[in-house]
C-alpha cells in the first residue's frame, strides 16, 4: 500500500458497503461535511455499517493530538454509514427526542448520518444531560472520543474530567475502588451527579508516558509503575472486602486474540502468518485461565500512565481491569513499548517488578507479548494512521520474532540471557546460530549482547 488512495480502497474493499469510501477517505468527508476534517477512529462491521469520528482542522490547535486542555466540542462529531433501516430509524429517533441535530446524507440504503457528539448514535442522551446540566458554565473540552463507547470531558476550571459511557460504570467504580483500597497509584472516581453511566475524577497530571517518554523522569515512572503492578498483582483480593461483590473478570477476550479473521480479510498476504502466530499462541499459553489469576490492569500501556511534576504517576483507563493472568499485563507493556519505540522503558518497568514478583520463564513472557501485539495489530487501522498496513505488518513481525527468540531450543544461551535482561529487544536473530539483544543497564546505557553457539 503505497497511497492513502491504495489503503482507502483496502478498507472500503474489507467494509462492503456501497459508499464507504466517502467516511473512509478524510478528503470525502471533508467535502461532504462541508468543512475540513480528520479522522480519528474508524470500526468497521463488514455488510453492516462503518462508524468513524473526525476532528476539524480550521480551529486553532485542531490539528494536533489532543494537549491538556482538549479540543472544542464543536471540532468533534462522527459520520455513519449503516446498513439496517431500523439503526438509521434510532438513531434519528434518539436525536430527535433531545433535540441534537443529525444530518441524514442519503436517504437510502446504506444510510449516511452524521452529528456532533451529542447525537452521538449510542452516547447522545447521555452526553445531552451532561451538557444540559452544565449550562451556565465554562464549555466542557473534549479529551477522548470514541464514537458509540465512551467521551472524555475536561471542565475547565474545575480541575475535573467526566467519563460518559454508553453503558451503566457500576463496574468501572468497583474496580477502580479496588485499586484504591490497595493503594494503586490511580485517580479516584465516583458517580457524577447520580449518573450511573457518568464518571467524575481529578484532572492530573502533565501528561502521559507514551507523550513524555523521552523525559528525563519517564524510566524511574516506569520503575515505579512496575513496583506498583507488582503490587496489584500480590493483593490478597480474598481477604480485602467480605461483603463486596464480586469482581467482574478482566475484559481481555480470550488465549487467541479475535483480530485474525480480519488481519486475514484485509492483509491476505499475511494469513499464513497469522495462522502459524494463533497456534503457536494456542499451545503456549495457558488453558487454565485460573491457575494464575490476579487483579490486574487489562490494558497497560504508556499511554494509560500519567506522569506527575516529579516521577509520580496515576494509572488509568481501568475499563478492562478485573482479575485475570498477570502474563497478559507484562505482555501489554512489552507490546506497547516495542510498537511505540519506547522499548527503553520495558527494562526498568520488569526489573521492579521482579523485586516483588517473579517474572514469567522468558517463553512464556514472550507469548504473552505476542498475543498482545497481535490483539493490538489492527490499532493503527482503528486510529486512522496513514501508513496503518506497514504498522500492522511490522506488529506481526515482532510478535514472530519475540516467539522464534525466546522459544529457539537450538540456543539455550539465547534463552538464559532473555532471563538475565528481561526488557531486551532483539535486533537480529538466526535461529539456532546467533543473535543480538539491545537493552539498557541501570543507569540508561544502551547495551548489546551477543549470544552464539559454539
Known amino acids: 500500500m503505497s497511497t492513502t488512495q491504495d489503503v482507502t480502497a483496502l478498507m472500503t474493499s474489507h467494509a462492503a458497503l456501497p459508499g464507504a469510501e466517502q467516511v473512509l477517505d478524510s478528503a470525502r468527508l471533508s467535502a461532504l461535511l462541508g468543512q475540513e476534517v480528520a479522522l480519528d477512529r474508524v470500526r468497521i462491521k463488514p455488510g453492516a455499517s462503518v462508524l468513524v469520528s473526525y476532528r476539524a482542522l480550521a480551529s486553532a490547535g485542531a490539528a494536533g493530538p489532543s494537549t491538556g486542555c482538549g479540543r472544542a466540542l464543536a471540532d468533534v462529531g462522527w459520520a455513519l454509514l449503516v446498513a439496517s433501516p431500523d439503526k438509521r430509524d434510532g438513531v434519528l429517533r434518539r436525536a430527535e427526542r433531545t433535540g441534537a441535530v443529525v444530518t441524514e446524507h442519503r436517504g437510502d440504503t446504506p444510510f449516511l448520518l452524521s452529528g456532533g457528539v451529542d447525537s452521538d448514535p449510542r452516547l447522545g442522551k447521555q452526553v445531552h444531560g451532561v451538557l444540559r446540566r452544565l449550562t451556565g458554565e465554562p464549555t466542557p473540552r473534549v479529551l477522548s472520543y470514541n464514537p458509540s463507547r465512551h467521551l472524555v470531558l475536561d471542565l475547565p476550571g474545575t480541575g475535573e474530567v467526566l467519563r460518559v459511557a454508553a453503558r451503566p460504570l457500576d463496574d468501572l467504580l468497583l474496580i477502580s475502588e479496588q485499586w484504591q483500597r490497595l493503594g494503586i497509584p490511580t485517580t479516584p472516581q465516583r458517580l457524577w451527579k447520580g449518573r450511573p453511566t457518568v464518571l467524575v475524577g481529578e484532572f492530573w497530571g502533565r501528561g502521559d508516558l507514551a507523550t513524555l517518554a523521552e523525559d528525563p ?238
Open 217 to 454: 523522569r519517564a524510566t524511574a515512572a516506569a520503575a515505579g509503575l512496575g513496583a506498583a503492578i507488582a503490587r496489584l498483582h500480590g493483593a490478597d483480593l480474598s481477604g480485602l472486602e467480605p461483603s463486596a461483590p464480586e469482581l467482574p473478570a478482566a475484559r481481555i477476550g480470550g488465549r487467541v486474540p479475535c483480530t485474525t479473521e480480519v488481519l486475514d480479510d484485509l492483509l491476505p498476504q499475511r494469513a499464513e502468518q497469522v495462522r502459524e502466530l494463533a497456534t503457536r499462541l494456542d499451545q503456549l499459553l495457558p488453558t487454565d485461565r485460573d491457575g494464575d489469576r490476579c487483579l490486574i490492569h487489562g490494558d497497560l500501556s504508556p499511554d494509560q500512565v500519567l506522569l506527575g511534576a516529579g516521577t509520580e504517576i496515576r494509572v488509568v483507563d481501568l475499563d478492562r481491569s478485573g482479575p485475570g493472568p498477570r502474563g497478559a499485563d507484562l505482555g501489554s507493556w512489552i507490546a506497547s513499548c516495542l510498537s511505540a519505540s519506547t522499548d527503553h522503558l520495558t527494562g526498568p518497568f520488569l526489573r521492579a517488578y521482579a523485586e516483588h514478583l517473579d517474572l514469567p520463564e522468558p517463553a512464556q513472557l514472550a507469548a504473552w507479548t505476542a498475543r498482545a501485539l497481535l490483539a493490538a495489530a489492527l490499532d493503527p487501522m482503528r486510529r486512522h494512521h496513514p501508513d496503518w498496513p506497514l504498522q500492522v505488518q511490522q506488529r506481526l513481525d515482532q510478535a514472530r520474532r519475540v516467539l522464534d527468540a525466546a522459544t529457539d531450543e537450538a540456543l539455550p544461551s539465547l534463552t538464559r540471557a532473555l532471563a538475565a535482561h528481561p526488557g531486551a529487544t532483539v535486533v537480529s536473530h538466526r535461529p539456532g546460530k546467533r543473535a543480538v539483544l539491545r537493552t539498557r543497564d541501570r543507569d540508561g546505557q544502551v547495551l548489546y549482547v551477543k549470544v552464539a553457539n559454539k
